[in-house]
């Protein structure tokens, strides 16, 4: 994964200097090419931060090594330098100082502010689908119970984001649909196999 | 885990990369998927700084519509003498061909938004006006929320009380005014 260096041209990826970053049409300084932008100034998180910091840590604790009237709340795991709210840059790695993460950060060292996970629906969706085309080879009863096992999980998944369950319960009803077509198909074949030794 | 309801805003499919758009209360999210691997980067509105919308053709996708063009239609008149390969060629020429038209025609539409630590692209192939209502709902939602939180921050950052400060209890004041006329 790309690692993110902040705004850049939409066109060339070039990196976009302070300078650069304007309302306005903007001309990439790069590629010469035009492109609309909308610009923010999104304001520190210092009062609130500080506020907290004093909130969280009791009276006579450690003071930070960049903010020496604010309390630390926690040490860079990097280089154990105590650190207040205010420096305390987790973006999922742990706590680390500002001079740790821009090394980190420059090393394209540091995991990027995401979340990784399995999509257990498409899961279920794709064993289900399977189950369908293989179904003539005996395979629909257990790719519809690896696709009831991943709906399972997927129902847990959709609940825990509070997202919509159709498409779950209809992946679930067909996956149900193929086991019992499968048995039915199984025991067609026993019938007319003991129909034939007769 | 994202709780909470989120609407799709668009989507970024291409040859190597396929991600949704979304905005929840507080953020713009993207899931980017790689087979079953779903990877989700939020960009919240609090650190936006820069958004984008800019329209391209994508030179990569017209060139390889227009080289797949060109090799079926170039078979395809080079088999003349037998019309059913010629027609199913043609045939298989004809959506190559329009998909490279219609690209050079429409365009897309890129709407691009850049935070501190992640950004999140959408791409309109068809719909140009929610492109625009797409960029113009996350600069308005962005500047809301950055507006809220400078409103705040000064509110916390002002004097705390202007009440003048509160009268010592009725018996102690008794007291001293009792020593004062005592002296």
Same mark, same amino acid.
């Not at chain 2, 650190?47 to 170039?74: D, K, P, S």
């Not at chain 2, 043609?90 to 950004?119: E, Q």
């Not at chain 2, 400060?165 to 005592?182: F, H, V, Y």
């Given at each position: ?6 705004p850049?041209?939409p ?8 300078d650069w970053?304007q ?8 590629c010469n090419?035009?492109?609309?932008a909308?610009?923010?100034r999104?304001?520190q ?6 506020s907290?910091?004093a909130?969280?840590?009791p009276?006579g ?5 960049n903010?020496?009237?604010n309390?630390?709340?926690t ?20 706590p ?6 821009d090394?980190?950060r420059?090393?394209?060292a540091l ?6 996970y399995r999509?257990?629906a498409?899961?279920a ?6 189950g369908l085309?293989?179904?003539?080879m005996?395979m ?10 991943y709906?399972?999980?997927?129902f847990?998944?959709l609940?825990?984001?509070g997202?919509?369950k159709?498409?779950?319960?209809i ?23 003991s129909?034939?030794?007769? | 885990m994202? *709780?909470g ?5 668009g989507r970024?499919v ?8 979304f905005e929840?209360?507080?953020a ?14 939020r960009v919240l509105f609090?650190?936006v700084l820069?958004?984008?919308?800019h329209?391209e053709?994508?030179v990569?996708? #017209?060139t ?15 088999s003349?003498?037998?019309?059913a #390969?010629?027609?199913s ?5 004809l *959506?190559? !061909?329009?998909?490279c038209?219609?690209r050079?025609?429409l365009?897309?539409?890129?709407v691009s938004i ?8 959408m791409? !309109?192939?068809?719909?140009k006006?929610?492109?625009?209502e ?6 308005s ?6 507006r809220a939180?400078v ?7 002002? *004097?705390i009380?202007?009440?003048?400060p ?6 102690l004041a008794?007291?001293?005014s009792?020593a004062?006329?005592s002296?």
């Amino acid at each position: 994964m790309q690692s993110y260096e902040g705004p850049s041209c939409p066109r060339c990826h070039a990196r976009l200097t302070a300078d650069w970053i304007q309302s306005g049409t903007i001309i990439c300084p790069d590629c010469n090419k035009p492109f609309e932008a909308t610009a923010f100034r999104p304001p520190q998180r210092r009062l609130e931060v500080v506020s907290v910091a004093a909130a969280l840590t009791p009276e006579g604790a450690n003071a930070c090594a960049n903010h020496e009237r604010n309390a630390a709340v926690t040490n860079c795991v990097r280089c154990g330098l105590f650190i207040c709210a205010l420096c305390n840059m987790d973006v999922g790695t742990g706590p680390h100082c500002p001079s740790c993460f821009d090394r980190l950060r420059a090393d394209d060292a540091l995991s990027p502010a995401a979340t990784r996970y399995r999509d257990y629906a498409s899961m279920a969706r794709i064993a289900m689908v399977a189950g369908l085309f293989f179904s003539f080879m005996f395979m629909g009863i257990p790719f519809a119970a690896a696709s009831l096992y991943y709906a399972r999980k997927g129902f847990k998944q959709l609940r825990e984001e509070g997202r919509s369950k159709i498409g779950l319960i209809i992946i679930i009803i067909f996956a149900l649909l193929e086991i019992i077509g499968g048995i039915a198909w199984i025991a067609i074949l026993i019938v007319g196999l003991s129909k034939v030794r007769k | 885990m994202t *709780p909470g309801k989120r609407k799709l805003l668009g989507r970024n499919v291409g040859a190597m990369s396929r991600e949704a758009v979304f905005e929840t209360a507080d953020a713009i999210e993207s899931e980017s998927r790689e087979g079953y691997e779903v990877t989700r980067k939020r960009v919240l509105f609090e650190e936006v700084l820069l958004v984008t919308i800019h329209r391209e053709v994508g030179v990569v996708y #017209v060139t390889m519509t227009a080289i797949l063009t060109v090799i079926f239609a170039g078979v395809a008149i080079l088999s003349r003498s037998a019309p059913a #390969v010629a027609i199913s060629f043609g045939i298989l020429a004809l *959506p190559f !061909f329009i998909a490279c038209v219609v690209r050079l025609i429409l365009r897309l539409d890129y709407v691009s938004i850049f935070g501190r630590r992640s950004k999140a692209v959408m791409r !309109f192939s068809v719909r140009k006006r929610r492109a625009r209502e797409v960029y113009g709902r996350i600069c308005s939602r962005a500047l809301e929320v950055q507006r809220a939180i400078v409103e705040r921050q000064t509110e916390e950052a002002s *004097p705390i009380s202007e009440a003048p400060p509160p009268l010592p209890p009725e018996d102690l004041a008794n007291d001293a005014s009792g020593a004062a006329g005592s002296t």
